[in-house]
Each structure stands twice: as structure tokens, then as C-alpha cells.
């Protein structure tokens, strides 16, 4: 599973088969990226860190994590 925002925090079972469902929120306060390859992001996904970085709806930044 890829991940930009947000975190999977809860899950439900599948009634088809019993198996954990993830779900993730809509909205999130923390995004996850690997900077290292920000030369190798296309438009849309550089475009999205740069709003999570530096939002121009006067919402607050995202915190940065990444573990990897």
C-alpha cells in the first residue's frame, strides 16, 4: 500500500470474507514522502508536497514524517 496522507488508523472486516479492510482518512495533518526523490516526482505529486508544505488556503503546513 502507498500512502501520501494521512495514516491507516482504523479497519473493518470484509462481510465477503472476514479479511481486515483499511481505511484512511480523508483529511490529515502528517504527510510521508522519501525527499530524496523529489527530482523523480511527476507534476501532480510534486505539486501536492509543495501544498503540504506550503498551503495557500492559510491552513496550517503538514508535519513531515518519514521512516525508511
Known sequence: ?????????DFHLSAHDGSPIKVIPKKGKIYSVNEGNA???DGPTASYVEKCKFPTDGSPAKSLRYIG
Open 1 to 9: 500500500m502507498s500512502v501520501i496522507v494521512g495514516i491507516s488508523n
Open 39 to 41: 527530482k523523480n516526482w
